[in-house]
């Protein structure tokens, strides 16, 4: 059982910076990948960013490219998502979740929401234009 806690969230100008963090309980944070996800007000959620166990391989959805990172440090169990040059269209709940690495298979569908088995309860971040 892996319990996962966001903080970080709030309201920020577009053109400013967040940094969430995600703190997993557990001793196996280093066997699983971790993502960012976010749900924005009467739409579906959808993949942000995701890490690698090592985290020597990231991954992010095409429009926050160039402006979000995401990392990890295996030794405090957390993620982190350093948002930077946001705009009102990251407005969102912003979800931690996290996936068992099995294989190739876990980063084939690493975008997939499937692919995660826990799942934190959000932080809200909004962006005022």
């Known amino acids: 059982q892996v319990q996962l806690e966001e903080s970080g969230g709030g309201l920020v100008q577009a053109g400013g910076s967040l940094r969430l963090s995600c703190a997993a309980s557990?001793?196996?944070?280093?066997?699983?990948?971790m993502g960012w996800f976010r749900q924005a007000p009467g739409r579906e959620r959808e993949f942000v960013a995701a890490?690698?166990?090592?985290?020597?391989?990231?991954y992010y959805v095409d429009s926050v490219k160039g402006r979000f990172t995401i990392s990890r440090d295996n030794a405090k169990n957390t993620v982190y998502l350093q948002m930077n040059s946001l705009k009102p269209e990251d407005t969102a709940v912003y979800y931690c979740?996290?996936?068992?690495?099995?294989?190739?298979?876990?980063?084939?569908?690493?975008?997939?929401?499937?692919?995660?088995?826990?799942w934190g309860q959000g932080t809200q971040v909004t962006v005022s234009s």
């Open positions: 890490i690698r166990p090592s985290g020597t391989g990231t």
């Open positions: 979740a996290s996936a068992l690495f099995r294989g190739l298979t876990t980063f084939q569908n690493i975008r997939v929401m499937a692919t995660y088995n826990y």
């Open positions: 557990g001793r196996t944070f280093a066997n699983y990948v």
